[in-house]
């Protein structure tokens, strides 16, 4: 396969397969296989507005609410045609090379926040069972979040069942100072609630961190806030925050704002090769 092929693959990141309305396959640059997403958020409502979101809020969402039985329903039969190989008969899966012709993880992701979803620690038990129903323990459950409700006890009580079912925590953190943080990602949390957060769940398990770099009318990120973004990650650290990886990329899709523009090669690999220098945690670079 081409590499505009492969590229082309993955940005094919639809919501929907054939008639589901929760559950989705995707071939993951990040995860380097299948990754089955479970959207809990199909009303697109969340929390933070970030200026390069990639979820399409111009039209109307055709579902408001988490139908639990359909949910799971679509996951098994996703879990069944993907571990299989079936799905790489469809048309749309099929020229994907052999070596990333894996189910790698069901990740928690979708039209919004989803740890603001009310029964998160119920949904996390029901998909664990499943993933043991179809004997795929090597699978991961992801969760990739912007840590706003780490706080939560249902939260709390979801991250450790997954935890307790070969779980990873991708949490975003791409900002430095409360300013820098307000301008990309649009919210009324607090940035210290983010900090506060990502530094207590990672005291109790290691976290991936994703951090979006981009270009704003133009400019990259300020040299004093990537600095501050390393002292931030050194600050978790020493508070007893295992942090095993900083995934560092950039726009890929069409950003919610016009004025957001991705970062050069370069840019994203010098970001990485600091991360790694100045706070000794992993770093990988992801491009546009």
């Known amino acids: 396969m081409s590499n ?9 990141h639809p919501r929907q397969y054939e008639s ?18 479970v959207n809990l958020n199909p009303d697109k409502v969340c929390n933070f507005d970030c200026i390069y979101c990639q979820v399409d809020r111009t039209s109307v969402a055709t579902t408001k609410f988490v139908e639990m039985d359909q ?8 879990l069944s045609i993907v571990a299989s190989g079936e799905i ?6 099929s020229t994907i090379p052999e070596n990333l012709q894996r189910l790698n993880d069901v990740a928690f992701s979708g039209d919004g926040e989803p740890t603001t979803y009310r029964n998160f620690d119920d949904i996390m038990q029901r998909v664990a069972e499943l993933k043991a129903k179809h004997e795929l323990k090597n699978v991961k459950m992801v969760l990739i979040t912007n840590a706003s409700m780490f706080h939560r006890d249902a939260v709390r009580r979801g991250l450790k069942i997954l935890d307790q079912n070969n779980g990873e925590v991708w949490a975003k953190l791409e ?18 609630r ?39 990650l050194n600050e978790i650290q020493a508070a007893g925050g ?14 919610a704002e016009s004025f ?27 491009y546009s």
């Open 20 to 37: 589901n309305r929760f559950v989705y396959p995707v071939l993951s640059r990040r995860s380097q296989g299948i990754s089955i997403g």
């Open 242 to 255: 295992k942090l095993k990886l900083v995934q560092v990329y950039t726009v890929s899709r069409q950003p």
């Open 194 to 232: 983010i900090l506060d957060n990502i530094t207590q769940a990672s005291q109790e398990r290691s976290l991936v961190i994703q951090s979006l770099f981009m270009k704003i009318n133009g400019e990259s990120p300020p040299e004093a806030e990537i600095k501050e973004f390393l002292n931030r």
């Open 175 to 192: 900002a430095g100072t409360e300013e820098y943080f307000q301008l990309v990602d649009r919210t009324k949390i607090p940035f210290q």
């Open 71 to 78: 949910l799971l329903a679509e996951l098994d039969h996703m």
């Open 88 to 93: 790489f008969t469809d048309p749309k899966f």
């Open 4 to 12: 505009e092929r492969n590229l082309k693959q993955h940005r094919f």
């Open 260 to 286: 957001v523009s991705p970062l050069k090669d370069e840019e994203v690999d010098n970001i990485t090769r600091r991360v790694r220098d100045e706070t000794g945690i992993d770093a990988e670079s992801f």
